[in-house]
């Protein structure tokens, strides 16, 4: 069975870099066709789709984001991480990390239980 | 950049159906997956692919699509159905995934 757990700091001062961690258990994040993804969602709002990458390097970032966030693969620990820099009070969410599949593959299965980050100062 | 539209609420009395619509572009030549999430807790997928259910859950939740709008149907509804339900998609245009914007389900 496949989980994921969130980790880092839950309060980052604002124009700061929020740092999280993903720990993978029972799969690698080397084999297999999946993409590791993060995913937030602001309290009382929808689900955004932060990005994603492949055991090959490969990423895909929000638009809105992508000039502010990096994913990157820990394959020595089995785990991969989310940076997100110059935060402000609009990046207070709960972020969750996720498996996701290729193709029409596409779908989030399984989610990590998601860890709070609040930024201020 | 693609956008998925999902009404804001829905309520439905034990025991009836509850349709949860999710319109967009387009949306006939992608793959619609639906999530299901209670207070607290992360979502979990119900439906994949448009319509296949993952194991484990209920024969309750199907998903079907038409024109450009997609529909997650709880049959036989009960009080543990009450939760958000989100549809996303993949975008190939702007290579992201896209969320709805959810659907607050009420059990009466």
């Known amino acids: 069975q496949v989980q994921l757990q969130e980790s880092g700091p839950g309060l980052v001062k604002p124009s700061q870099t929020l740092s999280l961690t993903c720990a993978v258990s029972?799969?690698?994040?080397?084999?297999?066709?999946?993409?590791w993804t993060w995913i937030r969602q602001p309290a009382g709002k929808g689900l955004e789709w932060i990005g994603r990458?492949?055991?090959?390097?490969?990423?895909h970032y929000n638009s809105t984001l992508r000039s502010r966030v990096t994913i990157s693969l820990d394959t020595s620990n089995n785990r991969f991480s989310l940076k997100l820099t110059s935060v402000t009070a609009a990046d207070t969410a709960v972020y969750y990390c996720?498996?996701?599949?290729?193709?029409?593959?596409?779908?989030?299965?399984?989610w990590g239980q998601g860890t709070l980050v609040t930024v201020s100062s | 950049s693609y956008v998925l539209i999902q009404s804001p609420s829905v309520s439905v009395a034990p025991g009836q159906t509850a349709r949860i619509t999710c319109g967009g572009n387009?949306?006939?030549?992608?793959?619609v997956h639906w999530y299901l999430q209670r207070p607290g807790q992360a979502p979990v997928v119900v439906v994949y692919?448009?319509?296949d259910r993952p194991s484990g859950i209920p024969e309750r939740f199907s998903g079907s699509k038409s024109g450009n709008t997609a529909t997650l149907t709880i049959s036989r509804v009960e009080a543990g159905d009450e939760a958000d339900y989100y549809c996303?998609?993949?975008?190939?245009?702007?290579?992201?995934?896209?969320f709805g914007g959810g659907t607050k389900v009420t059990v009466l």
């Open positions: 996720a498996r996701g599949g290729l193709e029409r593959r596409n779908w989030f299965d399984p």
């Open positions: 029972g799969a690698s994040i080397t084999s297999g066709d999946f993409y």
């Open positions: 990458m492949y055991r090959s390097g490969s990423t």
């Open positions: 387009y949306i006939g030549r992608k793959s």
């Open positions: 692919d448009d319509s």
């Open positions: 996303q998609v993949w975008d190939s245009s702007g290579d992201q995934a896209v």
